[in-house]
């Protein structure tokens, strides 16, 4: 089956500063996909190329089999885009929007539109730019299903909007996507939100790194373990002054590592076991690891880092 | 489709024009009275001569109008336009990126048009109140170029707005202003008869140069 | 579509270069020049002129400039510099008033004395410029036709106008803005009694009150008869004049003067120049060698002892200095100092292979769009830029 989405050595700098140096991963259709990444790793960045908004420096990306910055009209037309922060045209109503759109799409069906801005409780004639943020996100997105694409790209679709309406978002596009061949690609911030609606996550760090996994596979193989700091009074622990590159050049497997006053969180895909052979070579106390429970949340900031 | 374009932009600007026109009217009874006034402190046959043969023209009011609503037309289409980059909705939809710049363009122009026909059809009346069709034929010749400044105001004003980078943005605006100067020189009523024709050109130029900073908007980086 | 929208883009950026920075370099460097002043000296009997050097002032120049800027100059035929009070001691019928405040009024000359009030009487000039031929300029071909006996001192404009049309000779009431059906059926067939042939093919005379009378309008019809026409008395007086429609006159430039000799000048169909005469429209012909009407300007200077004929075109100047029975005394030809190229001049040329102007000339009161092509130093400037462009490649591209 062909990817949805393909990205063969893509490279992209501003300026010096390299955002993705050999980016490659395939996006296979049917499957909802979480892009993940801290602030200014490159994910709008990546939507942007995707959609052709921006040429990268090398590489290659196609969309349905088409080059990115040659998408033609037919194959856009199969996309649903969402921009980030629900961009829309703020001085038309809810009426004129859904007349605008209509036509370009030949699967355009105005009574899923409706569906979902009737629960707003408007007026057809009410205007965009009266609306809240998360009215308008419904609005936006009512338009992206109206429109049956074969592939949604939502850049940040939990902007500016509360729990209510995040939840309400992923209930519409579960039901949407529960009709079939409908990939999506997301990205968010809200990471707890993936979790019982995204299959596969990708990870995407800064300088470019990428790990593709299925959430299952990370909720259930990233762990975190936790080992005291010693406090010089004989109490076994991590010594005080230890360097966390030496921590790090000793136990490869470690993804990160989170320094507190008292405790260091060590993050890995590794077992707790192979963690604590590693600390127990350099005469670390790898016995007293204690894992740590870790939600979603807590996994991705263990994963990628705080700051 | 083209239709669903031209709705969006005329629901968009309709307001602000509809104020722009206002301004024209006001301008237009404004001359209507200043020609009037003409005739109220001089005998007619002093004030024809002083307009039609000395070119002491009584509407010289009207020569930058043009300009300034071609500015405002293109500023009220556009500028919503480039806040947040709303354009990218509109070149994301599923037609090429010429189709949507030059379907904004044509309503631009054509409210434009609108506007410069208001212009002139109120010159010609007033004149025509007040002097033999000699007269409105050489006040209608004196406008028109003004009228074509608006238009290069316009579509120099959507070049610059238009392109994403600001340093061809300033070389738009350089472009635009000195199409439009070709129009407004200081001559005798009249003087661009002959070249109206030919003076078209940078005008029907600009219209498919704007496909240049919209493909630079939509793929960054054309080339 | 992004080359041919490139491709477009770039000739407007031509087009529009093309226009703005040689006017941006001509502001910046290039000296406007007038053309050069030229009379013949009634003291000297030779021409003497005068005209603002171009480049470098010579040292002849500086020595004569006591009261004025050096790089204006007073010459004679022969080149020599001389003072600005010699120049106008040369030309006492233009200095007339700075030669009675130095006391040399009454002046005596080829044994004739004029005082001033004889020579303000015989000073007249009479100027026909290209531009002023018809179809030259932007008008509105609508006449006030004067009423030359207005029983008063001051000339008044009539309540209406009139205009040729390719049967009448229609007039528009000015207080009601409708065709006044009375004058204009008076005045058309008036004028078809004399034998007026529709439509006309020019019309002349000066329309201004402030003149010191009104010999009304010179009309050309189609077979290249002139008819002078005026109103006496609100009524139409028409002569059907002698000048022979071979001449085929396209128009006649009208100066009403006090001494009555002469209406003004004509202009035939084959470029001639005539003044036309009181005695029976009299033409008499002006022997200018030379002369194209739709490139040069045209002027007589009259004074008490000679008219001189000046005619130039944008670069050379020329001149016939007449007696008073027109026979030609002498004449002069004279690159004027406008037409040099100085430095900023050629370095305009290197830096513009081709030029878009946009604007009136001097032959032409109509906005003409016109490509001033450089001159073999813009082949120089080429040649660099190709030079530059090839090495900035090399480099670029290593």
């Known amino acids: 089956m062909h990817p949805v989405i393909h990205v063969d050595h893509l490279c992209h700098r501003y300026g010096s500063r390299y955002i993705y140096k050999d980016l490659n991963f395939a996006l296979a259709p049917g499957k909802i996909y979480g892009l993940l990444g801290k602030n200014g790793v490159g994910k709008t960045t990546l939507i942007k190329i995707l959609m052709g908004f921006l040429r990268p420096v090398s590489g290659r990306c196609t969309v349905f089999g088409e080059d990115c910055h040659a998408l033609t009209p037919a194959v856009r037309a199969r996309i649903g885009l969402l921009f980030e922060g629900h961009v829309a045209y703020e001085f038309m109503s809810i009426r004129q929007i859904e007349k605008f759109y209509a036509p370009f799409y030949p699967n355009w069906d105005k009574r899923i539109y409706y569906r979902m801005v009737d629960k707003l409780k408007l007026s057809p004639g009410h205007l965009i730019r009266q609306m809240s943020c998360g009215q308008r996100s419904q609005v936006v997105l009512g338009l992206l299903m109206a429109q049956q694409p074969e592939l949604l790209l939502l850049d940040d679709y939990s902007i500016g909007l509360d729990a209510g309406y995040r939840r309400l978002f992923l209930d519409e596009m579960r039901e949407y996507l529960n009709l079939g061949n409908r990939t999506v690609f997301l990205t968010s911030h809200v990471i707890q939100d993936m979790e019982d609606f995204v299959d596969e996550v990708i990870f995407l760090e800064r300088g470019g790194r990428l790990m593709t996994t299925s959430l299952e596979q990370f909720k259930n193989r990233f762990a975190c373990y936790r080992l005291k700091v010693s406090n010089g009074n004989g109490t076994p622990g991590i010594p005080q002054g230890m360097k966390r590159e030496e921590i790090l050049s000793a136990c490869p497997m470690l993804e990160n590592i989170e320094i507190h006053q008292d405790y260091w969180d060590l993050f890995t895909f590794a077992t707790g076991r192979e963690l604590a052979g590693a600390l127990n070579t350099r005469n670390l106390p790898g016995n007293l690891l204690e894992p740590v429970n870790l939600s979603l949340e807590d996994a991705f900031i263990g994963y990628t880092g705080r700051y | 489709m083209i239709q669903a374009i031209f709705r969006k932009e005329f629901f968009k600007i309709r307001l602000l024009t509809l104020f722009t026109l206002a301004a024209h009217i006001a301008v237009l009874l404004f001359i209507y009275v200043s020609t009037r006034r003409l005739f109220i402190l001089d005998h007619p046959e002093v004030v024809w001569y002083r307009v039609l043969h000395l070119g002491r023209i009584h509407y010289g009011l009207l020569k930058y109008i043009p300009l300034i609503s071609g500015i405002l037309i293109a500023c009220f289409q556009f500028l919503p336009e480039m806040l947040g980059e709303r354009f990218r909705l509109s070149l994301h939809l599923p037609v090429s990126p010429a189709f949507v710049a030059l379907s904004h363009l044509v309503v631009g122009i054509t409210v434009y048009c609108i506007m410069a026909l208001v212009d002139l059809c109120g010159l010609g009346l007033i004149t025509g109140l007040f002097f033999p069709w000699q007269g409105i034929e050489i006040s209608l010749l004196t406008a028109l170029p003004w009228t074509m400044a608006g238009a290069g105001a316009y579509l120099g004003m959507a070049l610059a707005l238009l392109e994403p980078d600001f340093r061809l943005k300033a070389v738009n605006l350089i472009i635009g202003a000195g199409v439009t100067g070709l129009y407004l020189q200081n001559v005798d009523p009249g003087a661009y008869g002959p070249s109206l024709v030919l003076l078209i050109v940078p005008l029907l130029l600009m219209m498919p140069a704007i496909l240049l900073p919209v493909l630079r908007f939509r793929y960054r980086r054309v080339g | ?398």
């Open chain 3, 1 to 398: 579509m992004n080359r041919n929208a490139r491709a477009i883009y770039s000739i407007l950026i031509i087009l529009v270069s093309a226009v703005y920075l040689p006017l941006l370099y001509d502001n910046l460097f290039m000296d406007e020049v007038e053309k050069t002043h030229l009379f013949y000296s009634p003291v000297s009997r030779d021409f003497i002129l005068k005209e603002k050097i171009v480049g470098k002032v010579p040292e002849a120049a500086k020595g004569f400039a006591f009261d004025h800027h050096s790089n204006l100059a007073y010459l004679k035929a022969d080149g020599t510099y001389v003072s600005r009070k010699t120049f106008e001691r040369h030309l006492p019928f233009i200095y007339y008033k700075n030669m009675e405040i130095l006391g040399v009024l009454p002046i005596t000359l080829n044994g004739q004395t004029f005082d001033k009030r004889t020579i303000k009487a015989q000073r007249r000039v009479l100027e026909l410029k290209a531009r002023e031929l018809t179809d030259r300029y932007p008008g509105v071909p609508f006449y006030p036709l004067l009423e030359s006996n207005p029983g008063q001192a001051r000339l008044v404009f009539p309540e209406n106008r009139f205009r040729m049309t390719d049967t009448q000779m229609e007039f528009i009431n000015a207080d009601a803005n409708i065709v006044d059906r009375v004058l204009t059926e008076m005045y058309t067939h008036a004028l078809e009694k004399k034998g007026f042939v529709f439509p006309a093919r020019s019309l002349n005379g000066k329309f201004t009150v402030l003149k010191p009378f009104d010999e009304g309008v010179f009309i050309v019809d189609h077979n290249f008869h002139v008819f002078h026409v005026k109103r006496v008395d609100d009524t139409p007086l028409i002569v059907k004049t002698p000048i022979l429609p071979d001449l085929k006159i396209r128009v006649i430039k009208v100066s009403e003067n006090k001494e009555k000799n002469y209406y003004g000048m004509a202009l035939s169909g084959d470029g001639h120049l005539f003044l036309l005469g009181y005695d029976n429209y009299g033409l008499i012909p002006m022997p200018l060698a030379g002369y194209d009407p739709d490139r040069m300007d045209a002027k007589l200077i009259f004074n008490p002892l000679y008219c001189t004929a000046v005619y130039s075109d944008d670069t050379i100047i020329r001149a016939v200095a007449m007696d008073k029975n027109f026979v030609p005394i002498k004449t002069f030809v004279h690159t004027m100092s406008r037409a040099g190229i100085t430095g900023a001049g050629k370095a305009r040329n290197v830096l513009f292979p081709f030029t878009l102007t946009l604007g009136t000339t001097l032959s032409s009161g109509y906005v003409t769009v016109r490509i001033v092509p450089g001159t073999i130093w813009s082949l120089v400037g080429m040649g660099l830029c190709v030079l530059l462009f090839t090495g900035g490649t090399k480099i670029y591209t290593g």
